[in-house]
């Protein structure tokens, strides 16, 4: 089947339809690298760097985040972009996406560009228009901004690692958590051309980051490193499954990140499942808090979940769900425990963990302390004692427990110290960023 070629377009119109074409692309997110412009150029990175909207479905997108086509050769059945439907298309040109981002960036719109794209033609030929693109920006614009890439499975790895020489953080989707799923509902991608490309750039950046000991004005190779994305919820895998993926890509690829995106069926396909309560939301802001626990935490896959209890208590963060599974280690004394023990406390996160360590030095730490220092006593005081006394008298039971937690109408005896109880919800996220 032939290509839908779009007709002439102004530059407005194409980025109408090729921003909305990248909403469902959620690998995007903050720098990851601190760089100052050098005077010569226009713009900066900083840690933070990435400017992001919320779209209408509540997902974090950034606010030049685009395709650089949304025509593609591939049919992928749950894809909206896929080579059968009848969607407007449209293509920018490299010189395009420069204008747009030097002009969104001097508008103070922007702090950098994440380019995806569909496959035009073929993978090297839309990797060498991506390549051409992100040259140009950085050798002829002089734009210092941050750039995130993504590489196109079965591209020449050549054009890739050029490629990767001008941006900051590339990635390659997943798609799917098995090679069975992709099989099924992506069969012109394989998982081998989707791993060639990971293992490359993890390989290049060691490399890199070996010269740049030896050689200070060595070019920097994806400093930020590389991500990528799994669809949850489009194929049968458990979260266990899923949770083992993840853990293996931060093993063996050194990835700095893995996105969950829960799928949304946007084609009407007989291959994919039906979603009577909508997109899976809940599970995929689960998978984040447990993808958390493992880079930060130091869990592991097989601690959270197993065959035989293969998915998570979504009434309850993960961190919980084990706790009250694994009540033998409980209650904890916080003025007795180390640091790792201490972050397998639910409502004690990494900051708060070492402030008990620090404050601890000099003093005995009552419940009114943890309080101050930012534990989630609602969460806690079912795990923890201090001095050898809990908070108040409480059972250390399972269903004791996950039912105080879960069930906002439960006659809590807490309240005199203003605190109040509700079921944790999609957006409990009280510092998403240091899960607690």
Known sequence: MELHLSPQMTLMEKLQILTDAAKYDVACTSSGIDRSGDGTGTGNTKLAGICHSFSSDGRCISLLKILFTNECIFDCRYCQNRRSNDVPRASFTPDEICE??????????????????GILHNPNNTMELIYETVRKLRTVCRFQGYIHVKAIPGADLQLVFQTGLYADRMSINLELPTAEGLRMLAPNKSRKKILAPMRMIQNAREENQNELMLYRHTPKFVPAG??????????????????????NLYQKFGLKRVFYSAFVRVNDDAMLPALPGGPPLLREHRLYQADFLLRYYGFSAAELLSTQRPHFNVLLDPKCDWAVRHLEQFPVEINRADYETLLRVPGIGVKSARRIIGARKSAVLGFDDLKKMGVVLKRALYFITCGGRMMYRTKLEEDYIVRNLTDPKENF???????????????????MGQMV
């Open 100 to 117: 747009l981002t030097m002009q969104f960036y001097r508008r103070n719109y922007i702090e950098g560009l994440f380019l995806s794209s």
């Open 226 to 247: 590389q991500s990528t994305q799994m669809i949850i919820g489009a194929t049968p895998e458990s979260d266990y499954q899923i949770l083992s993926v993840a853990e």
């Open 413 to 431: 005896p807490f309240s005199k110290d203003g605190m109040t109880y509700q079921q944790l919800s999609l957006f409990d996220t009280s510092r």
